[in-house]
């Protein structure tokens, strides 16, 4: 939005009903904030929580002295609800700097967040309410500003996963048991950047060891930058969306 040559940004939640060949689409949720470094970690992601209740991952905009306060939006994912009282929301977490992959595993009571760090600092979140998750105190990566590395010492949440070389990634997926070597409770993380062997235009797969556990047990390099991924259960297939090419990818059963 650009309003008297300042360029702003804002974040709305919109859906949309099919009418033959026409989408009327409805806003459902939207901030009232405005910030003005537009340029500034501009991701997020949507997913459904429950019911009516959906939650909404939102990034610091550039402005961090808003990330840890109650009063504003950014550096928190949220939760609201399609109500038709669009600016109405609960805080659901804190500490984020710019979420990109959001995923709702419901059926093991697991919400992941991937989120771009600094220089260095991707990393993988597992959502718990009322949580912080250090951002902008604490990350692996190298900041512009002074931070800590250590997320225990100073209160907050550890990752589950981060990279010391970013690999820019984006959207996650869960696939079947039977999708990935027969092993249950993995992940398809998807990643942006780069084209060497260890980052960037990879699919990560992140598996669960035990209840508390999570490892990378491989990288599938894909060869593109890969903007977003969703396991399709009916056709036991995994699609992929590559930026560069403007294509659609798709994956199939792993043995």
């Known amino acids: 939005i650009k309003i008297k040559n300042e360029y702003m940004t804002t974040t709305n939640v919109l859906k949309a009903k099919t009418n033959k060949n026409n989408l009327n689409f409805q806003k459902i949720f939207a901030l009232k904030e405005r910030y003005s470094e537009a340029t500034v970690h501009s991701g997020g992601k949507l997913q459904h929580f429950s019911n009516e209740n ?5 990034p610091d905009n550039g402005y961090l002295e808003g990330v840890n306060s ?54 993988i979140n597992i959502l718990k309410s009322n949580l912080n998750y250090g951002w902008p105190e604490v990350s692996y990566g190298i900041a512009d500003h002074k931070t800590s590395k250590n997320h225990n010492i100073k209160g907050y949440e550890e990752p589950i996963h981060y990279w010391e070389s970013n690999p820019g990634i984006s959207e996650i997926t869960k696939v079947s048991n039977d999708f990935y070597e027969n092993i249950n409770d993995c992940y398809f993380i998807s990643s942006l950047s780069g ?22 047990k491989d990288k599938i390099y894909i060869g593109d930058r890969i903007r977003d991924i969703a396991y399709i259960e009916s056709h036991n297939a995994v699609i992929v969306v590559l930026e560069t090419s403007g294509s659609l990818g798709i994956i199939s059963k792993i043995k």
């Open 54 to 58: 959906f939650i909404l991952a939102i």
């Open 195 to 216: 084209s060497g062997e260890f980052y960037g235009n990879h699919i990560y797969v992140l598996c669960r060891e035990n209840s508390k556990k999570f490892n990378i």
């Open 70 to 123: 109650d009063n504003f939006a950014v550096g928190k994912t949220i939760l609201f609800r399609d109500n038709n009282k669009i600016h109405e929301y609960k805080i659901f977490t804190k500490g984020h700097r710019n979420p990109q992959g959001l995923y709702n595993d419901k059926k093991n009571n697991l919400i992941f967040l991937a989120e771009h760090g600094p220089a260095g600092g991707d990393e």
